[in-house]
């Protein structure tokens, strides 16, 4: 997340800083649509895909600050298969 600055990250609440449900997530591209690329959520831990609806899966705000670089931004795995992204600190919510 090469353009989330501290200034940035100092807007999420520190309620949602201090759960275990962060992932990250990287543009790749999709076959089925061209030009359109698709989010895929990763675990910063191992670098593997993982499931974005799995509470389970999700890590601390300090790692995803800390191993965020070469990833497209950060994820808040909400639960109950909702997951709201941060995409430039803006808050968008998709159902995965």
């Given at each position: 997340m090469a353009n989330a600055d501290a200034?940035?990250?100092?807007k999420v609440p520190e309620e949602l800083k201090s759960l275990d449900r962060w992932i990250v997530w990287r543009?790749?591209?999709?076959?089925?649509r061209p030009n359109h690329p698709t989010k895929i959520p990763f675990d910063i831990?191992?670098?593997?895909k993982?499931?974005?609806?799995?509470?389970?899966?999700?890590c601390?705000?300090?790692?995803?600050?800390?191993?965020?670089?070469?990833?497209?931004?950060a994820g808040f795995i909400l639960g109950d298969g909702i997951e709201?992204?941060?995409?430039?600190?803006k808050w968008y919510e998709s159902k995965t």
């Amino acid at each position: 997340m090469a353009n989330a600055d501290a200034e940035s990250l100092a807007k999420v609440p520190e309620e949602l800083k201090s759960l275990d449900r962060w992932i990250v997530w990287r543009y790749e591209e999709n076959s089925n649509r061209p030009n359109h690329p698709t989010k895929i959520p990763f675990d910063i831990r191992n670098g593997n895909k993982l499931n974005a609806t799995k509470v389970d899966n999700g890590c601390s705000f300090d790692l995803i600050t800390k191993k965020s670089n070469g990833y497209s931004g950060a994820g808040f795995i909400l639960g109950d298969g909702i997951e709201r992204r941060i995409n430039g600190w803006k808050w968008y919510e998709s159902k995965t």
